[in-house]
């Protein structure tokens, strides 16, 4: 069934709210969308802004109240903006399996970083997302946006080191 379009003037002219917004179409702008499409906003942004909280709202239809109770209860999704740069590995079943659960290991080990910790000197955010709907390409890491999938743990751990190691 095709619902009406309810599309809303994203806040400005950032192409992220695009994707957003993609996100929500595809599921008829319905209410039902609210996670994913925070979710969406969360990858695309690195974090959950106000702004972003009032756009899917009002996207939705959804009450923003409703939208801020989601947002926080879950525990999921980041209010303050990230690190300067932003690791995110997914978690979700199909990773973890295919070793996200030891590269989580590892970044604790090696970095003492736990999912959802900023490294002191703000350079780098570690994310643990559930699963990313790319569940093919297991285990699924994201650096600053790149998707990298299909590698063992220790080509993980090589790839993350070469990453680590171009940061400033
Ligand atoms: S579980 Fe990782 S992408 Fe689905």
Not at 32 to 61: K, M, R
Request: net charge negative; aromatic share 8%.
């Amino acid at each position: 069934m095709l619902i009406e379009n309810r599309k809303i003037a994203p806040p400005d002219s950032d192409k992220r709210w695009k994707i957003v917004d993609a996100t929500m179409r595809k599921q008829g702008y319905s209410p039902t969308a609210l996670i994913e499409a925070l979710h969406t906003v969360q990858e695309s942004f690195g974090h959950v802004s106000g702004e972003a909280l009032e756009f899917v709202s009002e996207s939705l239809n959804v009450p923003p109240s409703k939208v801020y109770g989601v947002a926080t209860f879950y525990n999921l999704f980041n209010m303050v903006p990230l690190g300067d740069h932003v690791f995110s590995l997914c978690t979700g079943t199909a990773c973890y399996v295919k070793g996200s659960g030891e590269v989580l290991e590892f970044m604790k080990t090696e970095y003492g970083l736990e999912p959802g910790q900023t490294t002191q000197d703000g350079s780098l955010t570690f994310i643990g997302a559930r699963c990313v709907g790319a569940c093919g390409l297991a285990p699924v890491m994201i650096l600053d946006g790149e998707v990298v999938g299909k590698l063992t743990p220790d080509q993980m751990k090589e790839r993350i080191r070469e990453w680590m190691s171009h940061d400033e």
